[in-house]
Nanobody, 119 residues
């Protein structure tokens, strides 16, 4: 059974960058025909797709966030990472990592990690 666990600093000051990690267990992030996504839930709003990475390392970014977002992976640790720069209070959200199938349908969610951008 695949499990995803997000971790991050929790609180970040506006204009700074925040880095989050998603540790995957029970399965490999290089398994064929899977995507690994970062998604956030903004307060009082729906979910927003941030970016995803295919098993071969190819990436896709939400155009609205692309200029401030970078995703990467460490295959030796079976981890994914998200870096969001120039954070504003509007980036305050719960950030999730998720696994999807080849049709980008999510089949496994992490529990999420709260990021609050505040001075």
């Amino acid at each position: 059974q695949v499990r995803l666990q997000e971790s991050g600093p929790g609180l970040v000051k506006p204009s700074q960058s925040v880095s989050l990690t998603c540790t995957v267990s029970g399965g490999s992030i290089t398994t064929a025909y899977t995507y690994w996504a970062w998604i956030r839930q903004l307060p009082g709003k729906g979910f927003e797709w941030i970016a995803h990475m295919f098993a071969n390392g190819d990436t896709y970014y939400n155009p609205a966030l692309q200029s401030r977002t970078s995703i990467s992976r460490d295959t030796s640790k079976n981890e994914l990472a998200l870096r969001l720069s120039s954070v504003t209070p509007e980036d305050t959200a719960v950030y999730f990592c998720a696994r999807t199938d080849n049709n980008l349908l999510i089949d496994t969610w992490g529990q999420g990690t709260q990021v609050t951008a505040s001075s």
